[in-house]
Nanobody, 122 residues
């Protein structure tokens, strides 16, 4: 699976962004999809994940009630709607595809997108 993330940018605190991740190459609906982020000097951390059908979304505590993950299997795309953004959300955001039931471990994902920068100013 090839993954292409987009939608990042510069936004003020309290603002919103919507990230997209377009997949190609294999059957998108066979994969669970996740979003991770990595800030400078920090390890890559789990943000959100969704099952193959789009149900059962799962979120890191730090983004719960602010971020929403969704997918459109007809369009081979997964989204991350980010609201009420904070400066601490500044990072490069990566989408990933996998088949494991372990949503939060980046090592369990098989394919990764190239990342999109999100910068939240205070």
């Amino acid at each position: 699976v090839q993954l292409q993330a987009s939608g990042g940018g510069l936004v003020q605190a309290g603002g919103s962004l919507r990230l997209s991740c377009a997949a190609s190459g294999r059957t998108f609906s066979n994969y669970r999809m996740g979003w991770f982020r990595q800030a400078p000097g920090k390890e890559r951390e789990f943000v959100a994940a969704t099952s193959r059908s789009g149900g059962n979304p799962y979120y890191a505590d730090s983004v719960k009630d602010r971020f929403t993950i969704s997918r459109d299997n007809a369009k081979n795309t997964v989204y991350l709607q980010m609201n009420s953004l904070k400066p601490d959300d500044t990072a490069v955001y990566y989408c990933a595809a996998g088949v494991s039931y372990t949503y939060t471990n980046p090592d369990e994902y098989m394919y990764w997108g190239q990342g999109t920068q999100v910068t939240v100013s205070s």
